[in-house]
Each structure stands twice: as structure tokens, then as C-alpha cells.
Nanobody, 122 residues
């Protein structure tokens, strides 16, 4: 089993910045993290969960939702089993619970963190 724990959420003013982190731990977490595609998803009240950004296992492929392109940057450090999301120029509509996700269908990897709340408000 792998546990994903998000951190770094909080209250920030519009236009501000925040960096989220996701740490993987548990048995074989290092091996599982290194082979997994990782993603950040978010869910605002009343909305469906949506993919914000994704990064392939080796970091060679990165995708962003159109709504965050140019403002958010996803990165990973496989040596530290860590995933990051740098968020800048935050808007009130970015307010949501942000979830970390590990995915590798061939090996049956599908893990979610419990989420961290980001609130953008003045």
C-alpha cells in the first residue's frame, strides 16, 4: 500500500502564490512512485473533480488544464518520492480541495491522497 499525503494548502489572496506538495510513503512507495504517472486534481463545492496537471513517471510529459496553463507548474522529485504544484496568479475560481493521484494501469496503481484545501479570497 502507498499513502499519499498532500500539504501546503491554505488561504491566499487573489493574485497570490502557493506551492502544494505530495509525499508518498508506505511499503514499496519508492518503486511505485517512480513508475507512476502523477497528477493533481481539484474539486470545488458542487463541482466534479477535475484534472489540473499531470506528469509522466520520468517527467518527460506534462499536461495542464486550460484554466491553469501559464499559472501552475507541476514537478516531481523521484528521489524524494515527492510531487509538487506551484500555483501563481491565483484566482477565486481556483478555490478547491486539491488531490494528489498516482496512476499506472499496467501495474494496477491507483492511489489518491485525502486532499488539501486551497482558498483564494480577499
Amino acid at each position: 500500500q502507498v499513502q499519499l499525503v498532500e500539504s501546503g494548502g491554505g488561504l491566499v489572496q487573489p493574485g497570490g502564490s502557493l506551492t502544494l506538495s505530495c509525499a508518498a510513503s508506505g511499503a514499496a512507495s519508492g518503486s511505485i512512485f517512480n513508475i507512476s504517472n502523477m497528477g493533481w486534481h481539484r474539486q470545488a463545492p458542487g463541482n466534479q473533480r477535475e484534472l489540473v496537471a499531470a506528469i509522466s513517471s520520468g517527467g518527460g510529459r506534462i499536461d495542464y488544464a486550460n484554466s491553469v496553463k501559464g499559472r501552475f507548474t507541476i514537478s516531481r522529485n523521484n528521489a524524494k518520492n515527492a510531487l509538487y504544484l506551484q500555483m501563481s496568479s491565483l484566482k477565486p475560481e481556483d478555490t478547491a480541495v486539491y488531490y494528489c493521484h498516482a496512476d499506472e494501469p499496467y501495474f494496477g496503481v491507483d492511489y489518491w491522497g485525502k486532499g488539501t484545501l486551497v482558498t483564494v479570497s480577499s
